[in-house]
């Protein structure tokens, strides 16, 4: 092919070669744009999948620990006194107090009756009698 004046081809004009070229390439590139897209989209679903599967491992998990804690409850005595005995579980140790003597201090009689403490109360107490009582009372 040649133009007018007897130059080849004419300005603009592509060879056969050139334009079968071109397709091939817009073909290749409009292939690997759907191969792009179906991998995106087989990501998406593998990522879905897997983000279920934690999920339900996780519910698992929770339901388990629940489970676990209960039982862990259960075990354990209902009404603590402190948050030692609700951590480790054990019985406090009720200790004999019956021949433990208290110390008498007229200090501490005269404190305790201006807190409303009653001359019985504080007879009981301190194992004196009541008259006693009275007499550090009067004293004060």
């Known amino acids: 092919m040649t133009d007018d004046r007897g130059w080849g081809r004419p300005a603009g004009a592509a060879s056969a070669r050139a334009t079968l070229r071109a397709q091939e390439r817009i073909a290749a590139a409009e292939a690997r744009t759907a191969e792009r897209q179906a991998q995106r989209e087989a990501g998406q679903r593998e990522r879905e999948a897997a983000r279920a599967a934690r999920r339900a491992e996780e519910d698992q998990r929770r339901a388990a620990r629940l489970e676990e804690r209960s039982e862990e409850r259960d075990a354990r005595p209902r009404r603590r006194a402190s948050g030692a005995l609700a951590r480790t579980g054990e019985e ?12 008498v201090d007229h200090g501490r009689i005269i404190e305790l009756s201006r807190r409303g403490a009653t001359v019985a109360g504080l007879a009981s107490v301190f194992g004196l009698p009541e008259d006693e009582i ?7």
Not at 92 to 103: E, F, G, L, Q, S
Not at 134 to 140: F, N
């Open 92 to 103: 406090r140790v009720a200790r004999d107090t019956r021949h433990y003597a208290t110390n």
């Open 134 to 140: 009275a007499r550090i009372l009067a004293a004060a």
